[in-house]
Every structure is written in structure tokens, then in C-alpha cells.
DNA sequence: TGGCTTCCTTGATCCATGTCAAAGAATTGA
DNA sequence: TCAATTCTTTGACATGGATCAAGGAAGCCA
């Protein structure tokens, strides 16, 4: 599961893409080196599942690279994603065996681990830690609050329009563009997937995708490679209110 | 806004109904002490609204007794309830000044509440007091991540049958009845908030009310009153795996 | 008592999205 | 280079829930 090369970070905490977001991001010298003794990392590749709902979950993990998913399944099959984890987000809960859900690597991943006991007894010591869990966690809630009136309220052609602005900022924050108005990036995610956030299926997906095209709010190259050429357009077809929030 | 009468609880916390499952649950005598000298009370009409989405937000609080619900409002009318704030659960959010939902009494209210900056510093002071917003919190979201999977994937009569559920065994919890497999019980919302919740509209709830009527999941007398013959033949209807958990 | 007002129910009809089916692209591996 | 596989698109049709419309029941207060 894991490679053989080590990447700077993987020694020195310092070095990590995610050490000023994650959960370790409040903390101090001192405490970096605790994490270090204890820390490991997994990588899985694009595909491959990390956790069926019912394991036993042996870790508590931050994402560093990739995109994971938490999804749960009924009975007769239906499919509903309930996270998205992008770097820096964190997976499990400390107190908690069992995973409640299934976590599926979306793209190639690195996690960051560390065993449940030990990170539950730094929880505790590690006022640090515990108070950025704790904001982290509530900025998770606002989101899935935000996807709630998504799935309860929006139209097909809402829904996919809003997931194409979430990924487009997030990108955004991540690489900064030279232009202010045109924003290019890949769908990190296959139609299915985009179906299973949505609460739609996949041919509804792939109409509307066709739609937004059709309709100039997009630009589509291939399947996955996506030119927004009027960000603000883009935002009218959301349904959501004009002022969103700043785009980084 | 408040009553005259002061009832015992509003002196000394270790009367307080909701003690030991909200954020103070696991303070110490000398910590419920501090609680006492800042907390205030506040009461609230059914229906009235608590708060709307983009007014400043002086407090935090707990629900002491009654329900409120949190929502959001598209521009055009649409409106999703994103949140059920039961008994003990709390409102508000360390380090935010403005209420992103509106915020409305369902029932009678009252809540337990503290200025926000006095409240803010109590948390990085006191352990005890984070470590359950962090619990409580995380319990949220748990919630938020089932109400997805109804939102996006259940059928009207499923999401029906979830939310009775719901209700029913959160009243379960609070008053223990004798039969094991005889519910009865009010249902705390109108039909029209049962569809914000449900993402459904008022018509829709109501036709599906009466259907698991006629098929005799639920009997009902008068409009809210609900007896449950038999509950594994409710959580049937649900769409839920068999094993949802145990009653209370 | 009677007339508001609020909440709820029911019917008729429509339409957005799901379902079923087929075939087109892109990718992988032999 | 050619299957085989996976992902995606598109079409035809079905349907669950929305919409529009009317009226019933319960609570309230004058």
C-alpha cells in the first residue's frame, strides 16, 4: 500500500502541503515532533476504497493529497456521497470504532495517519489539536447544511451548476490564476460520482452538463476538462444569492 | 420576551432538565458556579422567529425546552430546514458574528443563553466545556449526513415514514413508555414544516400522511396525534437497513 | 354564536427527472 | 493493432412529485 520513494514531508511536518489547514495547524514546534514520532502515511489509488461502512477503523487520518469520498449505500442500492474530503480535510472521529460510512479514494491519495488510541489521548492533552478539530468540524457542518438545501431544493440543472462553482473556487484557491475571469480545471470526479453527490443518476448528469454547454455557461474539452468563461454566469445558474462569499 | 415567573432551574444549573446531554455536561460544581453568574434565559412563542439569517448574533445557547429549527431561504421562496434543535442541543457557533440561517421557534422555546465573547473565552479556558461542543458537534453532523442520504435519495412516503421515526424516538427517549411496541405521541410541526424538513411540498406530506393512514403503519386522530401499532413495520417503510440502531 | 384565520386534505393536471435501451468515445492490455 | 472494458452521451418513454385549485376542519376572538 504504501511506496517507496519518502517525500520530504513524510520526515518533516514542516515540509507538509496541508500544515497550515489541517488539524495540526494550530500546532507548535514541540508538538510537530509528537505528531512526527507518530504519524504514518497510506496511499491508494484512484478507485480503490478505503474503508467499507462496518470496518473496524483503526486510524483517524488528514487528507494530503487527492480527494476522498464518504458515501452511504441502502439497501437496494441507491447511492448518497455525504463527504468530500479534499486536502487538509480530516477522516474519522475520535471515540468511534466503526466507520459509519464507506470512504472511497476518488483520485490517487495520501493520507496521513495516526492510530485512534494515541491521537485520542493527544485530543485531550493537546488543547491545540482539539480546538482546530473543533472548527474544522463545524465548518463541515455549514458545508453539508449548504448541500442540504442543494439536494432538498435545487433543480437538476442547480445542482450541477453549484458543483462545478464549488470545485472551480476550491481549485482556485489552490492554483492562483492570472485572470480574474476565466478558470480552467479538471473534474476531479466521473459522472457517476458527480450523480451520487447530487441525489441524481447519471444520465440526468450528463444531460445537463450537455445543457450548460450547449448554453455557452461552460466550455467542455474531452470529458473532464471544464472552461468557465464567466464566473458570474455561472453563479446566476447556482440559485444561489449573488453574494456567495468571495471567490477565494 | 421573558416571563415573570422564574422556575428553579433558572437559579441552579444542577436542576436545569438538561444538565446532563448539553454543553455544560461536563463541568464540575465549580465550573456550573461560573455558568450560573453569566447565563440568561430567553422565551419564545411558537412560531415566533428567533433569529434571521444575516442578523448579528450576540449569544449562544442551549434549547431548554421545546424545538427550533434552523433554515435557509432561496431568493425565489424555496426553503430547506437544515436543522432540528431538540432539547439540549445548541445553537450558535463560537467565532461567528452573524446567524447564516433563520432561526424559528416551532414550538414554545426557551432557551439557556451566554453573551458570545464571555462564552468564547470560557471555551479555550475550560476543557471541559470544548471537549463537548466537539462531541455534540460531531453528533450534528452525523445527523446532517443521514438527512443527506433522505434528502437525495429516499421517496416521499420513505421520507415520511423517516421523519415519524425520528420523532418517535426521540419522545421514546424522553418518556418511557410501558408497551414495548405502542407509540403515541404529537407531532411537534406543522405540514408545511414537515416538508421544509423533508424537501417535499405541503401537498405531497399530506397525501403521504394519509396514505400511511390507509395502510395502517400509523393511525392518527385529529391532525398531529399519532399512535404507531407497530414500529418494525414503520421502519420498514423507512428505507433504512433493518438494524437502525437500537429504540433509545 | 358567527365569521376570521390558519392549517389541512383532496382532485386534476403537468413536467422534471428517472428508467430502459443503444451506441459512441476513450482507455487498457494483449 | 485490435479487442475488451469503462465511461459517457443520447433517445424514447414512464412516473413520482409539483403545481394549481377548491373546499373542509379547527381554533380564536368579537
Given at each position: 500500500m504504501s511506496t517507496e520513494t519518502m517525500l520530504s514531508f513524510e520526515k518533516d511536518c514542516s515540509e507538509c502541503p496541508i500544515r497550515h489547514r489541517a488539524v495540526c495547524a494550530r500546532c507548535e514546534t514541540d508538538e510537530l515532533e509528537l505528531l512526527e514520532s507518530m504519524k504514518f502515511y497510506?496511499?491508494?489509488?484512484?478507485?480503490?476504497?478505503?474503508?467499507w461502512s462496518g470496518d473496524e477503523m483503526p486510524f483517524v487520518a488528514s487528507v494530503v493529497a487527492g480527494i476522498a469520498t464518504l458515501s452511504q449505500t441502502m439497501e437496494d442500492g441507491r447511492r448518497q456521497m455525504v463527504g468530500l474530503l479534499l486536502p487538509s480535510d480530516f477522516l474519522g472521529r475520535p471515540g468511534r470504532a466503526i466507520a459509519p460510512y464507506d470512504v472511497t479514494a476518488t483520485t490517487d491519495l495520501t493520507?496521513?495517519?495516526?492510530?485512534?488510541k494515541p491521537f485520542e489521548e493527544l485530543i485531550v492533552s493537546t488543547p491545540h489539536i482539539s480546538q482546530r478539530l473543533l472548527e474544522m468540524t463545524l465548518d463541515e457542518l455549514?458545508?453539508?447544511?449548504?448541500?442540504?438545501l442543494l439536494l432538498g431544493r435545487k433543480t437538476a440543472r442547480?445542482?450541477?451548476?453549484?458543483?462545478?462553482?464549488?470545485?472551480?473556487?476550491?481549485?482556485?484557491?489552490?492554483?492562483?490564476?492570472d485572470h480574474r475571469n476565466a478558470f480552467t480545471f479538471d473534474l476531479?470526479?466521473?459522472r457517476e460520482a458527480m450523480a451520487d453527490y447530487l441525489g441524481l443518476t447519471l444520465e440526468t448528469v450528463s444531460r445537463q452538463?450537455?445543457?450548460?454547454?450547449?448554453?455557452g455557461?461552460?466550455?467542455?474539452?474531452?470529458?473532464r476538462h471544464i472552461t468557465i468563461p464567466d464566473f458570474d454566469r455561472l453563479m446566476d445558474e447556482t440559485g444561489d444569492d449573488a453574494d456567495g462569499g468571495p471567490l477565494v
Open positions: 497510506r496511499h491508494f489509488k484512484a478507485g480503490s476504497t478505503v474503508l493520507i496521513c495517519c495516526f492510530k485512534k455549514d458545508a453539508a447544511r449548504e448541500w442540504m442547480e445542482k450541477i451548476a453549484s458543483l462545478i462553482a464549488i470545485i472551480a473556487r476550491r481549485d482556485a484557491a489552490l492554483n492562483r490564476h476531479p470526479m466521473t452538463v450537455s445543457a450548460l454547454k450547449k448554453d455557461v461552460i466550455e467542455l474539452s474531452g470529458k
